[in-house]
Nanobody, 125 residues
Framework: QVHLVESGGGLVQAGGSLRLSCAAS????????MGWFRQAPGKEREFVAT????????YYSDSVKGRFAISRDNAKNTGYLQMNSLKPEDTAVYYC??????????????????WGQGTQVVVFS
């Protein structure tokens, strides 16, 4: 079993930056793939970014590419999402996710077994 806890959400002005953290506990050796998703009010949960175990392979949605950066520190059992040049449309609850591996890409909800509780990000103009 893996437990994930997000932190770092908050209120930020458009154009600003925010860094989200995802702390993993429990059977952390099962945290092979890590990803971030977000869900805005009235919308479906959507993929944001993913990273492999060694941190040398990343993939981003087109909407955040060039602005967001996913990373991880396995010694701390923690993943990160650095968000720059934030836009009002980035406003959403952001969820951290993890999986034991086995899929080729990790861009869909069913690619992940473990999920955090989410952290709110509000971007105002």
């Amino acid at each position: 079993q893996v437990h994930l806890v997000e932190s770092g959400g908050g209120l930020v002005q458009a154009g600003g930056s925010l860094r989200l953290s995802c702390a993993a506990s429990g059977r952390t050796f099962n945290v092979v793939r890590m990803g971030w998703f977000r869900q805005a009010p009235g919308k479906e949960r959507e993929f944001v970014a993913t990273i492999n175990l060694n941190g040398d392979v990343t993939y981003y949605s087109d909407s955040v590419k060039g602005r967001f950066a996913i990373s991880r520190d396995n010694a701390k059992n923690t993943g990160y999402l650095q968000m720059n040049s934030l836009k009002p449309e980035d406003t959403a609850v952001y969820y951290c996710a993890a999986d034991r591996g086995g899929s080729y890409h990790y861009t869909r909800e069913y690619d992940y077994e473990y999920w955090g509780q989410g952290t709110q990000v509000v971007v105002f103009s």
